[in-house]
């Protein structure tokens, strides 16, 4: 491979004729870039940097890491684990991003540690680490491991979320925001919401949302720059009701969406740009998508996208575990992240078409795990010069919510 690149040589000889007529290379530059965008491992491309230095401004232009993503778009699974039980620090925790196959295509030690009672959550290729213990939360970018430490704020659950841009002629991603409540812990109980813009150094306070909502990791989802949160089931109003906030007006929206069921989902979350209502039982995990509602939520239009079987998913040898769906691949195929109460877990695939399950990675090896979920951002991106020769996945453990 190192022979591609040009090497200095008398004037006239061979290597100084390529570097002149191909910057460097002895291939065509659109077409070594053509073959470079194909290659599918963001790890592989990484170390690729190293070579030559024409092949590092190649890999590190933004036009090529923008397009390498858009050729490469399949998900990476991540988890969030403490290796130690006797010394959590930021030695012993760290987030390993996977692919399909089970390889691990980044391992991202988490600065400053993690403590037993951490909640993880990634969105929008970002995690936010929130720390019960002492209240404390940061913002992670796995692809550069840079750590944003937000400033203090009292609250019961935090929700990380990245706007949708308004600008005239828009398109694009806007800001990433955190959004706070307080007094979810505890049911009928005052609730107040604050905003905090990364980037911007300080919390503005938000209206209170228009029902109790709670505070469980798996309870709100953000889709399209809205964040939808549950009804406590103690609420005054009907407790299949969801709640929205809008990230970029920082205002909750009117009216409340009805969920599909005549019971509250279990859990919500993002589906192929869909706010999806989960509901779990003993038999089965169901799927609901959202493809449209009025503007008070009352007229809200579901679609039931499939039914799990649970005695198709984990391990035969699983009597009991929790199943937590992460993704649906384009394929039809289901991701989900199970974990029993034998201290194990894996991260496998259903295919409804086969009523098949394939388990692509095993996690018995983790001390403890603090949450799964799925890595959608560009590991390519750099923040500084630096060598990225580690692998990744992201997984975060469930927790008890």
Not at 174 to 184: H, N, S
Not at 257 to 286: K, M, N, Q
Not at 320 to 334: H, I
Not at 389 to 396: N, Q, R
């Amino acid at each position: 491979m190192a022979s591609w690149c040009s090497r200095r040589s008398k004037p006239g000889g061979y290597g100084a004729q390529s570097s002149a007529s191909n910057d460097g290379v002895f291939l065509p530059s659109e077409l070594l870039r053509e073959i470079l965008l194909r290659v599918p491992s963001a790890k592989t491309i990484c170390r690729l940097r190293a070579v030559c230095r024409s092949w590092r401004s190649l890999l590190s232009d933004p036009l090529f890491v923008a397009a390498h993503g858009a050729s490469h778009p399949g998900p990476l699974f991540a988890v969030f684990v403490i290796r130690s039980r006797s010394s959590p620090g930021s030695r012993n925790s760290c987030i390993d991003l996977m692919d399909t196959s089970g390889d691990v295509v980044k391992r991202v030690r988490v600065a400053g540690g993690l403590s037993f009672k951490s909640r993880v959550q990634q969105r929008a290729g970002m995690v936010l680490i929130a720390d019960h213990e002492t209240e404390r939360l940061r913002v992670l970018d796995p692809a550069t491991g840079a750590v944003s430490i937000l400033p203090s704020a009292r609250y019961d659950s935090a929700v990380l979320g990245r706007s949708a841009a308004t600008a005239a002629g828009g398109g694009g991603d806007g800001e990433y925001k955190v959004v706070v409540l307080t007094g979810t812990a505890r049911p009928r109980t005052a609730q107040s919401c604050k905003v905090f813009t990364l980037g911007n150094g300080a919390w503005r306070e938000a209206p209170i949302p228009p029902v109790h909502v709670t505070q469980f990791s798996r309870s709100a989802a953000v889709v399209k720059g809205v964040v939808y949160y549950l009804a406590d089931l103690t609420s005054d109003r009907p407790w299949s009701s969801i709640a929205a906030f809008h990230l970029e007006a920082e205002r909750w929206l009117p009216g409340l969406l009805r969920s599909p069921g005549a019971t509250v989902p279990h859990s919500l979350a993002e589906v192929d740009g869909h706010l999806a209502a989960i509901y779990h039982s003993v038999f089965s995990v169901d799927l609901w998508l959202l493809m449209g509602s009025g503007e008070d939520g009352r007229q809200a239009l579901w679609c039931k996208r499939f039914t799990v079987l649970r005695s198709r998913i984990a391990p035969q040898s699983w009597q009991r575990f929790s199943a937590q769906l992460l993704w649906v691949m384009d394929d039809g195929r289901v991701a989900f992240f199970v974990n029993s109460s034998i201290q194990a877990a894996a991260l496998g695939m259903y295919d409804p078409r086969t009523e098949t399950w394939t388990e692509f990675a095993q996690l018995e090896d983790c001390i403890e795990l603090l949450g799964a979920g799925v890595y959608t951002g560009n590991l390519l991106r750099v923040q500084r010069e630096q060598a990225m020769d580690e692998p990744s996945i992201f997984c975060l453990s469930a927790d008890s919510s």
